[in-house]
């Protein structure tokens, strides 16, 4: 079935779960079903039925529909979500958590997490699509205080963030960020994300970290050396 036009065509086909499950699956796999996790990608998956989820031949990894969605982490099933994308986004003036809640038949707490959830989807756009125009990125080390802990696990500059877990960040000036948990600093990890987020021929504005050098054949590469000056004209990571 083509996607629903009409309010009653949406309440007919997102009624039965493994619909809206082939349906998302489809949006966001045009091309076949692969794993999403990071650094995988495989075609090579097989769907385990009873359990309604995929599993990778080459990682290993389990994954669902949702991973990696705006209904990730969600325990609303998407014959609630689907329905509700499809009433905010044709709705010229938008909808309220009250109304939604009624309409669903959910709590309006529910309804609020599900129309922040959306409307961040709209924002951005496509999570896939990638960002445009000068993009700053960084990691940091998020955890406790490097004092509290053993020394073999403290912060040690020049070595990663050893003993923290590390995020690394895209903040494109116009608005839009992007961060993510990342196993290390190493330029194939860190590199792998920017060509995935951020489009060729953009400026990209980093720190003068080894991960990020090799960037300038596909990007406007400017580089900030925080052991000499944190701004230099437009040049600086200071937003993300």
């Known amino acids: 079935m083509k996607t629903p036009r009409t309010l009653i065509e949406a309440i007919r086909y997102f009624a039965d779960v493994e619909v809206c499950r082939n349906y998302l699956a489809e949006c966001r796999w045009p091309n076949g079903v692969s794993c999403p996790r990071e650094g995988c990608g495989s075609k090579e998956v097989w769907f385990i039925r009873t359990r309604a989820i995929w599993r990778c031949k080459s990682c290993g990894k389990q994954f669902s529909v949702k991973v990696g969605s705006i209904f990730e982490d969600s325990p609303i099933t998407l014959d609630k979500w689907l329905p509700a994308v ?137 580089v900030i050396n925080h052991s000499e000056e944190y701004v230099r004209g437009t040049v600086h990571t200071n937003g993300i």
């Open 86 to 222: 499809w009433l905010l986004t044709c709705s010229t003036k938008g909808y309220s958590s009250h109304r939604l809640a009624k309409a669903l038949g959910v709590t309006q707490k529910s309804a609020w997490f599900m129309l922040h959830r959306i409307r961040l989807a709209l924002r951005a756009g496509n999570f896939e699509t990638p960002m445009s125009g000068p993009v700053e990125g960084d990691t940091t080390g998020v955890g406790g205080l490097e004092k509290n802990k053993h020394r073999s696990k403290r912060l040690h500059r020049g070595t990663g963030n050893v003993g923290k877990a590390v995020v690394f960040g895209l903040l494109a000036r116009h608005g839009q960020i992007r961060a993510k948990r990342v196993p290390d600093e190493r330029a194939e990890t860190l590199q792998r994300l920017i060509r995935r987020n951020v489009e060729s021929g953009a400026i990209l504005y980093t720190d003068e970290a080894a991960a990020f050098r090799g960037l300038n054949a596909d990007y406007a590469h400017e």
